[in-house]
């Protein structure tokens, strides 16, 4: 199956800093999701992106659809050490696919 | 806010026995998700329900199969589990597909992390 370019893959930050991660593909999306997952736990979705160029919050989240709608970008600013998990972006195809594609996740850090 | 459970979190079964995982969901959603997290690899999926008895195979359908009496639960089931399927099974639901957008935003359960000995 397809999935998306997720990037970095890894990031270790310093409690405070603020982050940043985005996902692109070759493909046009109509919605673009942002997720995290805490270890042995499942996916909570964080933000959702409906139409390009939408820049949406959630707390100390930002992400936005990019006007191509081939990307998207989550920050996080401010970082705290419970931000630590694994954050994932997903997307729907164009063309009114059923399923969703996935990034392979950014696994975040924070050192106190 | 959307509720999807998962039956176990944690389970061990032998090769060659049948396993069943079960997944529940409060929300009247019509669409339901089965995908399996492996290290590396991301979610893939296994198979998806987007009515009561209807079923499309997804990306890794093989060694795996699902029923969906009720729309609120969908069962994956490893008719003989092998040690190659020991992973983390993930289950979702959304409201439906073909509509606005929105109606597309799939809610994960926690998770049930499977070993097969």
């Known amino acids: 199956g397809q999935q998306l370019n997720q990037s970095p893959q890894s990031m270790f930050i310093q409690e405070g800093e603020d982050v940043s991660m985005n996902c692109t593909s070759s493909s046009i999306f109509n919605t673009w999701l942002w997720y995290k997952q805490d270890p042995g736990e499942g996916p909570v979705l964080l933000i959702a992106l409906y139409k390009a160029g939408e820049l949406t919050s959630n707390g100390r989240l930002t992400a936005q659809f990019g006007i191509t709608r081939k990307d998207s970008f989550l920050n996080i600013s401010a970082s705290i050490p419970s931000d630590v998990g694994i954050y994932f972006c997903?997307?729907?195809?164009?063309?009114?696919?059923?399923?969703?594609?996935f990034g392979k996740g950014t696994k975040l850090t924070v050192n106190p | 806010d959307v509720k999807v459970t998962q039956s176990s979190r944690y389970l061990v079964k032998r090769t060659g026995e049948k396993v069943f995982l079960e997944c529940v969901q409060d929300m009247d959603h019509e669409n339901m998700f089965w995908y399996r997290q492996d290290p590396g690899l991301g979610l893939r999926l296994i198979y998806f329900?987007?009515?009561?008895?209807?079923?499309e195979k997804g990306d890794i359908p093989e060694g795996y199969s699902v029923s969906r009496e009720k729309k609120e639960r969908f069962s994956l089931i490893l008719e003989s589990a092998s040690t190659n399927q020991t992973s983390m099974y993930l289950c979702a639901s959304s409201l439906i597909i073909w509509g606005p957008p929105s109606t597309d935003t799939q809610y994960f359960g926690p998770g049930t992390r499977l070993t097969v000995l």
């Open positions: 997903a997307g729907r195809l164009q063309g009114g696919s059923e399923k969703l594609v």
């Open positions: 329900s987007y009515d009561v008895k209807m079923k």
